[in-house]
């Protein structure tokens, strides 16, 4: 079965510092994986995505994400963390039992970027 | 804006009522996903439709049940309700066929159970 574990509960980081918010999978097949960031009393917000290709993966608001095959490993990225990047951030894989397949949703992390 | 639509925002409740919560997908997406976020179990798939049948099944309970109409929109019913099933209803819409595209999800519809 597919799963993502986000080992952190929360992540503090200095404004103007880079940040990384760690993520681990575990699938049968080609991962398809998923980074999404959630808003107080908002719905998430999609960020980026890894298929296939290149290893470093650009997304939304200045985010990356590192695919590691090797380890299993997704990590989200920032080179210069934002006080407004304060949000609770998922990571999810692509469930590929089904014909398209829901997102399996890690536990979720929480960034707190001080001023 | 996600371009996913989910009546009502907030509602609340008694123990025992049914509920029905309602979702409008991106305009031409056929999948519709319905998750539930709670503090305690994260979120958590329900169930998939797509282009009207059922597609996929998660930790859904018996009380609950979902439909996909031939406008595309989607309903989430919840009856029997407990105080448990308060909780965010996230409903989320991807384009059809494959595996590699994203979700685009709407903003929610918490359910306060009193």
């Known amino acids: 079965a597919q799963s993502v574990a986000q080992p952190e509960d929360q992540v503090n980081v200095a404004e103007g510092n880079p940040l990384t918010v760690k993520c681990t999978y575990s699938?049968?097949?080609?991962?398809?994986l998923f980074w999404y960031v959630q808003y107080p009393n908002r719905g998430l917000q999609f960020l980026l995505k890894?298929?296939?290709?290149?290893?470093l993966v650009k997304g939304s608001y200045g985010f990356e994400a590192e695919f590691n095959k090797s380890q299993t490993s997704f990590h989200l990225k920032k080179p210069s963390a934002l006080v407004s990047d304060s949000a609770l951030y998922f990571c999810a894989v692509r469930d590929q039992g089904g014909s398209q397949g829901n997102l399996i949703f890690g536990k979720g992390t929480k960034l707190s970027v001080k001023p | 804006d996600s371009g996913v639509t989910q009546t009502p925002k907030h509602l609340i409740t008694a123990t025992g009522q049914r509920v029905t919560l309602r979702c409008s997908p991106r305009s031409g997406d056929l999948s519709v996903y319905w998750y539930q976020q709670s503090l305690d179990q994260g979120l958590q798939f329900l169930i998939q439709?797509?282009?009207?049948?059922?597609?996929a099944k998660g930790n859904i309970l018996e009380r609950f049940s979902a439909q996909q109409f031939p406008d595309l929109h989607s309903e989430l019913n919840l009856s029997s309700l407990e105080l448990g099933d308060s909780a965010l209803y996230f409903c989320?819409?991807?384009?059809?066929?494959?595996?590699?595209?994203?979700?685009?999800f709407g903003q929610g519809t918490r359910l306060t159970v009193v």
């Open positions: 890894y298929i296939t290709g290149d290893n």
């Open positions: 989320a819409s991807s384009a059809l066929g494959t595996p590699n595209t994203e979700a685009f």
């Open positions: 439709y797509y282009n009207g049948e059922e597609r």
């Open positions: 699938v049968s097949g080609n991962p398809y």
